[in-house]
């Protein structure tokens, strides 16, 4: 049996190159419209593409014929096909078609037919071909409408013209976006009559937690590399001891970091404050017993990479040896919201219980607290808002940090 596939604009044009090459013996297996690939081929225009067979033996009989064999061979009945019409109510059934095709091809079982049998198939593969047009285009329409209701994305994130005026406002303020589409799910549950605005603040302020630390004992800051630690220390210590009166003391662990240890060393003179550095663990228990009459001790670690899980769990040695439960995240504001991710996830093993976010002087948009509270579901107690030690770490209220990611209000 010889099956051949052709690719044509009209039925037509299939049977005259299936006449010409396979003879008029040949029979019409199955036939299905086709469109180029890609998005663009739904707007094109489609080709026909036409599966047809003919027996050996026909061929045989034809080439024995121009020259002369009398012989003659008997032909068997074919079976008529039937193209299945099948209903294309969803994308699902575009699927359903091609299955089907395949399977009438592979299990077809092709014979011998009388000479009538051609202008029956052909006559069907044209009312087929009709049906199938219809429904391709009803398939178009279909598809061209949920286009228009589904909103596309381009790397994760709402097509700018596609969003409502809330999404806008939240994209706009680098709110990530799986927290816009939790976020509209908890407005759209809101069947209160307020605005959208106000429906908007309420979610976020409900998202949003906030501690107020008691800044007693010894306090240890973690984070990775160049958010601010040593900074935040400095601030919280010239809070504690030039604002409150306490008596603080300072160690670091940061000893990896060329300038690290001069730099907070440069803090505690100014502040006249008692300093110790820290190199290993039996510098950590001499370091906080020298400090015992210290009513807070604020601990300086060095920045690791999340990723790193070695480091990360030498840290944590230095950490449990402070005996602690006050333990703050420093973050900072200008990071990416995936690495935001991966150091909140890599740091959990400090168990950590608050959050710093430092830098707020160095963007322009505060969707990044909003970000970093829903991925480490633990809550905020201090932001950094500048450089000058000790007045450039704030506590801020939940309603100041909803206008800040609504672009209502600013740091600077």
Known sequence: MIIKRYIVNTMNEAMTRIRYELGRDAVIISQRKIRKPGIKGFFSAKSIEVTAAVENEVNEKK???????????????LNNMELNSIELNSIEAIKKV????????????????????????????????????????????????????????????????????????????????ENIENIMVKIKNNKTEKPDLEKLKIVLKEMIHI????????IVLVGPTGVGKTTTIAKLAGKLALAEGKKVGLITVDTYR???????????????????????????????????????????????????????????TFVEKADTKNIHLVLSSTTKNRDMKYIIEGYRILNYNSIIVTKLDETATYGSILNILETAK???????????????????????????????????
Not at 211 to 218: A, F, N
Not at 383 to 408: C, F, H, M
């Open 63 to 77: 080439q024995n014929t121009v020259k002369g064999n009398s012989d003659s061979r008997n032909s068997n009945e």
């Open 211 to 218: 501690t107020k630390p008691k800044l007693q004992g010894r």
């Open 98 to 177: 091609v299955q089907q095709e395949n399977e009438n091809v592979n299990n077809s079982r092709v014979v011998q037919k009388q000479n009538s049998s051609v202008h029956k198939v052909s006559k069907q593969s044209d009312n087929n071909s009709e049906n199938l047009m219809s429904e391709m285009m009803e398939m178009k329409t279909m598809i061209s409408s949920l286009s228009q209701k589904r909103e596309p994305t381009i790397t994760g994130k709402p097509i700018e013209n596609q969003k409502s005026d809330i999404e806008k406002i939240l994209f706009d303020n680098d709110v990530d976006s």
């Open 378 to 412: 633990i809550p905020l107690s201090f932001v950094s808002i500048g450089q000058n030690v000790p007045d450039d770490i704030k506590e801020l209220s939940a309603d100041s940090i909803v206008s800040l990611i609504l672009g209502e209000d600013t740091i600077c």
């Open 258 to 316: 060329i300038g690290a240890v001069e730099q907070l060393k440069a803090y505690a003179d100014i502040m006249n404050l008692p300093f110790k550095v820290v190199y290993n663990m039996n510098d950590m228990d001499k370091a906080i017993e020298s400090m015992s009459e210290c009513e807070v001790v604020l601990i300086d670690t060095t920045g690791r990479s999340s990723k790193n899980k070695m480091q990360i769990a030498e840290l944590r």
